[in-house]
């Protein structure tokens, strides 16, 4: 099932319309409730991207509109 999230959460006055809102797993909708990971509707084709939170060492993330599956 797909839970509906805010990307800017209502509490913090964030509409409840298409433009703010993406579709996610229970599991994907609890990381970014959280965790210090972030989604956000790409300016150019609406898509949803990913930033993963910065890992000491590690360069700046980047956002991720999608990635190979680990087995």
Excluded at 14 to 33: A, K, M
């Amino acid at each position: 099932m797909g839970h509906a999230h805010h990307i800017v959460h209502w509490a913090d006055h964030g509409e409840t319309s298409l433009e703010n809102l993406v579709l996610l797993c229970g599991h994907h909708h609890r990381t970014i409730h959280h965790t210090p990971w972030q989604v956000r509707l790409n300016p150019t084709d609406g898509k949803p991207e990913f930033l993963p939170p910065q890992r000491p060492g590690a360069p700046p993330p980047t956002w991720i509109r999608s990635r190979r599956r680990r087995e």
